[in-house]
């Protein structure tokens, strides 16, 4: 199970119980006797350590590492700077496998020995099955990565393409995006294989639930576009409930477990990946703005015309016996439609609130009720939430109100406001809104919050954001302006011009979807 950092409970599948050092030491020696019962050679060294405390624990483990035949070479990794930069992370990851090999005299006394590094935070798992799910999971990562070494020494074909590279007796994966991602699938059913062989077969089940509500909720640190296992729990559930014997037939737990993750894994290519992105990005993003379980998959289910997407939202939904609220318009940015109909819908909502405006702005003073406007555009913007944003066109808008120097001109001034405001929109481009709303989702989901000054750090260095960057920090100085106004000299012109009473959510577009409460 992904690991993650010690929030309190947020689903009905979540416990919390904290896991301790000895409890995760044991686990992990036990995985590690297991898969060395199958792969005599290769020894998994887990160093297991708090948050922010991974070095020290490395450090600590020298002496053990160094008894075994590849350890000197562990230890010795030859980029510093990439290792220093290892040892600064938190999550529980595989890392590289260090080599061993000695020939000996015409193959007599030949030696080989393979030292797989993994490190395990125990500090982000809520219990110990999630912990010992997860241990699993790396522990198929080190273990693709000895077999595929250990084809290609067997290969007569040296110049064949592998996905590692071996340096200095250090063999490191090299794998693209997709092979990562599935390397990740095989790794979950390798674990929940494990398991099931194992007589725990509450574990796939738990496991799987977990895979989908993490990937419906917001869960700090977890991708869940790079963990395509729930494409695979039909498949799985009926070989586990209906054809589990013929694998049982092998004692060796491992052994089986690797050829079930064979025989399930290699049946997903590039494609079943590519369709488990399309439905997990916009879950996740709708996730993290705010939206429930029910409301997502009804927007998968309902807005979306990727079939694929539709049918994992299907199978999902039966999965977690969650039943997907029905839509059919909405009223914000929906991820799953197409981008020009998102296009045309933030157009209308910009249409829509300038015709709003028209109806309640008599005179100057009323420029307030579009400070306003901005102010809650941009709280709505620092939430994720994109859609009729348009503040760069609002704010030379409200000055122009706020500078017109008597009533009697106010007409043409609000005239030439409006047409201000209709040229500054159509400078606001759907595409350059929608690629920030993604970029700010990525933010928060990998720190678990998004503060005003992340966002002007990230906008301010991609020229692609150079009128958002702008549009906000002028919103900031007018609403400053404003404010220093606000004082009892300038009250007394309020019998002149008497505030016009608005309810200023009339400006804010009502939103189909339901969020989370």
């Given at each position: 199970m992904a690991d993650k950092l010690l929030n309190p409970p947020t689903t009905e599948y979540e416990g919390f119980m904290s896991v301790d050092y000895k409890s995760a030491k044991h686990i992990c020696n036990v995985i590690r006797r297991q898969v060395q019962s199958c792969y005599p050679d290769l020894h998994i060294h887990f160093t297991i350590h708090k948050e922010n405390e991974r070095e020290k624990a490395f450090i600590s483990d020298t002496a053990e590492i160094s008894e075994h035949p590849a350890g000197k070479y562990m230890l010795n990794y030859p980029d510093i700077d990439a290792m220093r930069k290892i040892l600064e992370q938190n999550r529980t990851q595989f890392i590289y496998?260090?080599?061993?090999?000695?020939?000996?005299?015409?193959?007599?006394?030949?030696?080989?020995?393979?030292?797989?590094?993994?490190?395990?935070?125990?500090?982000?798992?809520?219990?110990?099955?999630?912990?010992?799910?997860?241990?699993?999971?790396?522990?198929?990562?080190?273990?693709?990565?000895?077999?595929?070494?250990?084809?290609?020494?067997?290969?007569?074909?040296?110049?064949?393409?592998?996905?590692?590279?071996?340096?200095y007796n250090i063999i490191i994966p090299k794998l693209d995006n997709y092979q990562r991602f599935h390397r990740n699938l095989m790794g979950?059913?390798?674990?929940?294989?494990?398991?099931?062989?194992?007589?725990?077969?509450?574990?796939?089940?738990?496991?799987?639930?977990?895979?989908?509500?993490?990937?419906?909720?917001?869960?700090?640190?977890?991708?869940?576009?790079?963990?395509?296992?729930?494409?695979?729990?039909?498949?799985?559930?009926?070989?586990?409930?209906d054809n589990i014997k013929q694998y049982k037939k092998n004692k060796k737990t491992i052994q089986s477990a690797v050829k079930i993750t064979e025989d399930i894994g290699n049946t997903h290519t590039s494609t079943s990946i590519e369709q488990w992105q399309s439905f997990s990005s916009p879950s996740q993003q709708l996730a993290w703005i705010g939206y429930n379980i029910e409301t997502i998959l009804g927007a998968a289910l309902y807005t979306s015309d990727n079939t694929y997407v539709q049918s994992i939202a299907d199978m999902i939904s039966e999965n977690i016996s969650k039943k997907p609220e029905i839509i059919t318009n909405i009223q914000d940015y929906n991820p799953y439609t197409n981008q020009e109909v998102n296009s045309r819908l933030h157009k209308k909502l910009c249409r829509e609130l300038l015709e709003t405006i028209q109806r309640?702005?008599?005179?100057?003073?009323?420029?307030?009720?579009?400070?306003?406007?901005?102010?809650?555009?941009?709280?709505?913007?620092?939430?994720?939430?994109?859609?009729?944003?348009?503040?760069?066109?609002?704010?030379?808008?409200?000055?122009?109100?706020?500078?017109?120097?008597?009533?009697?001109?106010?007409?043409?001034?609000?005239?030439?406001?409006?047409?201000?405001?209709?040229?500054?929109?159509?400078?606001?481009?759907?595409?350059?809104?929608?690629?920030?709303?993604?970029?700010?989702?990525?933010?928060?989901?990998?720190?678990?919050?998004?503060?005003?000054?992340?966002?002007?750090?990230?906008?301010?260095?991609?020229?692609?954001?150079?009128?958002?960057?702008?549009?906000?920090?002028?919103?900031?100085?007018?609403?400053?302006?404003?404010?220093?106004?606000?004082?009892?000299?300038?009250?007394?012109?309020?019998?002149?011009?008497?505030?016009?009473?608005?309810?200023?959510?009339?400006?804010?577009?009502?939103?189909?979807?339901?969020?989370?409460?």
């Open positions: 496998i260090s080599r061993f090999n000695n020939p000996g005299f015409l193959g007599v006394f030949q030696n080989n020995a393979y030292l797989a590094l993994c490190f395990l935070n125990y500090t982000r798992f809520d219990t110990i099955d999630d912990l010992k799910s997860h241990t699993l999971h790396i522990s198929w990562h080190a273990i693709a990565l000895y077999k595929e070494y250990i084809n290609y020494r067997r290969s007569k074909d040296k110049k064949a393409s592998y996905d590692f590279t071996d340096n979950d059913i390798f674990s929940a294989s494990v398991q099931t062989l194992q007589g725990k077969e509450k574990a796939f089940e738990t496991l799987s639930k977990q895979r989908i509500i993490d990937t419906l909720t917001p869960k700090t640190g977890f991708r869940a576009e790079e963990f395509p296992f729930p494409i695979c729990i039909d498949t799985l559930g009926y070989l586990f409930k309640n702005i008599a005179n100057p003073e009323d420029y307030n009720l579009i400070i306003d406007i901005i102010n809650k555009q941009n709280i709505s913007l620092k939430e994720g939430k994109v859609m009729g944003w348009c503040v760069p066109a609002l704010i030379p808008m409200a000055d122009m109100i706020r500078k017109c120097p008597t009533d009697d001109i106010f007409e043409n001034v609000f005239k030439d406001a409006i047409c201000r405001y209709e040229e500054e929109v159509n400078n606001i481009t759907w595409e350059t809104l929608s690629e920030l709303s993604k970029q700010l989702f990525h933010i928060k989901r990998d720190n678990g919050h998004l503060s005003w000054d992340d966002i002007l750090d990230f906008i301010s260095q991609n020229d692609e954001f150079s009128s958002i960057h702008c549009g906000i920090m002028l919103a900031r100085q007018i609403n400053d302006e404003s404010k220093s106004q606000k004082t009892p000299n300038n009250m007394n012109n309020t019998d002149k011009h008497k505030k016009t009473e608005v309810n200023i959510t009339n400006f804010i577009s009502p939103n189909a979807i339901k969020r989370t409460k």
